[in-house]
Nanobody, 126 residues
Framework: EVQLVESGGGLVQSGGSLQLSCAGS????????IGWFRQGPGKEREAVSC????????YYADSVKGRFTISSDYDKNTVYLQMDSLKPEDTAVYFC???????????????????WGQGTQVTVSS
């Protein structure tokens, strides 16, 4: 059974940093594409970042480019999202998602991913 568990959320001041973890079980993350999404209060779920562990390519939303970094640890079967220079508008529940992508896909689309974690809250105070 594929399972994803996020951790690392919390309360941080503007300009601070957090590292989110997405621990996978039941599948090897090295064969999967892992995405990070977030959903703020009253907002739709939006794509933040993605790593295709088959070809190593990483993707970032414009709003986080240069501030967030996605990485994978295959030994720990975990994907990380390092978030620096956090802003109040980064406040949201952050979810990781996984799927085995073949061919073209749009990493921005939640529907592309079949497996989801339960989310972790990130709150950035001004």
């Amino acid at each position: 059974e594929v399972q994803l568990v996020e951790s690392g959320g919390g309360l941080v001041q503007s300009g601070g940093s957090l590292q989110l973890s997405c621990a996978g079980s039941g599948f090897p993350i090295g064969d999967y594409t892992i995405g990070w999404f977030r959903q703020g209060p009253g907002k739709e779920r939006e794509a933040v970042s993605c790593v295709n562990n088959n070809d190593g390519k990483t993707y970032y939303a414009d709003s986080v480019k240069g501030r967030f970094t996605i990485s994978s640890d295959y030994d720990k079967n975990t994907v990380y999202l390092q978030m620096d220079s956090l802003k109040p508008e980064d406040t949201a529940v952050y979810f990781c998602a996984a799927d085995y992508m073949v061919g073209d896909y749009d990493w921005h689309m939640p529907d592309e991913f079949d497996f989801w974690g339960q989310g972790t809250q990130v709150t950035v105070s001004s």
